[in-house]
């Protein structure tokens, strides 16, 4: 395969996302020929360790046999049938199963992280309407947080970058502090943080909870913030604080669901139920795109009704695909089969071990892990930190993408102990020369 003219066909052709297309006159695209477990392979050969499982999607490695045989063999069968009016074993069997892991139920299907979060806002904004309550149609977001780009989510999103170009498309809601364990004044616990944050919100609810439908949340690590990790007595506060206002909490698991955070649902160790709970991402294993929104019976039963206005009439048009059902399938059984959790638990521990010498990094701060997540923030005041340590990064074999100056890793559960260590080897020479190009272009700044 010719790579140069793979690439150039690329910029010609295609509109790569969350990119600034202009940069790739100097930054050359990697076009990857295949992949394989943890490792990535483009064109000519090269590998790169995908640390942040492609965007956060992977679960147990590119080409998981298993997840593989189960979309064959459902192919043989049915590849797709609309939803609407019609149903199928796959949708039917993976609605019970999350139902069982979850505790909620009547699993609405849609393609991707933002339009779970979509058909939660309106799932929740409506059901207030069909309790003739329909002044409750606003939202409350923490601080930084990120729920995703379609015009329901930037209501609920906190980036600027993301959210000011489409200003006047977004509707304004209410956000709270967030519980952040980097904001502890010295000496403070994260706890503390998330007791701060918890009176916060509780302003907000007290002063507008007529109006607003629900509180939307990342469980435990805010993804785009920097991997903003918080304690889960926020998640406690906030769920009681939810109840006695008369909202809806909804749990954006998108990013952090499926062992993730160390538990199956990052909602379990805070000992709470949402009252919707968004998923995407690793659902499928990283095969195919896939969300679920499910919630409380209680919520379902307000749209149970003759007349069609009170139904929800949201839809897409791959809602609940066969191949993408049996591959989320698939993923259960790996969960289950594997012992996942216990075995990530134990390899987190030695993890650590490996890690270590990240944490004593003198550009080094805010070190921290929850669950299978790694992240540290850079001390780099020159622009373009992300870029530079990108590309030393890609040097070194790793794909790692920092968010601003916060390095994270995410990696498929299939890395071993080995790669781990290549993981920090790297990110360690990684660190060196983002430093170093700073420095030269210091230097020729000066001169």
């Not at 749990?251 to 909602?267: K, N």
């Not at 896939?290 to 949201?314: K, P, Q």
């Not at 990530?344 to 030695?350: F, P």
């Amino acid at each position: 395969m010719n790579h140069s003219n793979l690439l150039a066909r690329s910029l010609a052709a295609v509109w790569h996302p969350c990119t600034q297309m202009k940069r790739h006159e100097k930054f050359p695209l990697i076009a990857i020929a295949r992949a394989q477990g943890a490792w990535l392979y483009d064109v000519d050969g090269k590998r790169y360790l995908d640390a942040v499982s492609s965007w956060w999607v992977n679960l147990f490695g590119h080409g998981e046999p298993r997840i593989k045989a189960a979309i064959s063999q459902q192919m043989d069968s049915l590849e797709h049938v609309m939803l609407a009016g019609f149903t199928h074993q796959p949708v039917v069997e993976l609605s019970e199963r999350l139902a069982k892991l979850t505790g909620l139920g009547h699993a609405f299907y849609g393609s991707d992280g933002a339009s779970a979060i979509e058909v939660a806002l309106k799932m929740s904004a409506h059901y207030w309407r069909n309790q003739n309550q329909p002044q409750k149609n606003r939202f409350v977001y923490l601080e930084n947080s990120y729920h995703g780009e379609t015009a329901g989510a930037l209501s609920v999103t906190d980036v600027p970058i993301f959210r000011e170009a489409y200003a006047p498309l977004v509707r304004d809601n209410f956000v709270v502090m967030n519980p952040d364990a980097r904001q502890a004044a010295e000496g403070e616990s994260a706890a503390s943080v998330a007791e701060r944050a918890a009176q916060s919100l509780e302003a907000t609810l007290t002063a507008h909870h007529q109006e607003i439908a629900a509180l939307i949340v990342e469980p435990l690590v805010q993804g785009a913030a920097g991997m903003a990790m918080y304690d889960a007595l926020y998640l406690q506060k906030a769920r009681a604080l939810c109840d006695f206002y008369g909202i809806h909490l909804i749990c954006d698991e998108i990013a952090v669901g499926f062992g993730r955070t160390g538990s199956m649902f990052a909602c379990e160790q805070a000992n709470i139920k949402p009252d919707f709970l968004c998923l995407s991402k690793g659902i499928t294993g990283g095969f195919l795109p896939l969300a679920v929104v499910l919630t409380r019976n209680e919520i379902y039963a307000a749209f149970y009704h003759d007349d069609i206005s009170r139904a929800f009439l949201h839809s897409h048009s791959y809602t609940g695909n066969p191949l993408a059902c049996a591959a989320a399938l698939a993923v259960l059984d790996i969960f289950e089969a594997d012992d996942i959790i216990a075995r990530n638990t134990s390899k987190a521990l030695r993890w650590d071990v490996i890690f270590s010498p990240l944490a004593a990094h003198p550009r080094v701060r805010h070190y921290r892990r929850t669950g299978m997540i790694w992240a540290f923030d850079v001390i780099d005041v020159a622009p373009g930190f992300a870029q530079r340590f990108f590309a030393a990064a890609l040097a070194q074999e790793l794909l790692l993408r920092p968010i601003g100056n916060t390095v994270y890793f995410m990696p498929p559960y299939c890395v071993t102990d080995e790669e781990a260590a290549q993981l920090l080897v790297g990110t360690l020479a990684a660190l060196d020369a983002a430093e170093q190009e700073k420095s030269e272009l210091i230097d020729v700044a000066v001169a």
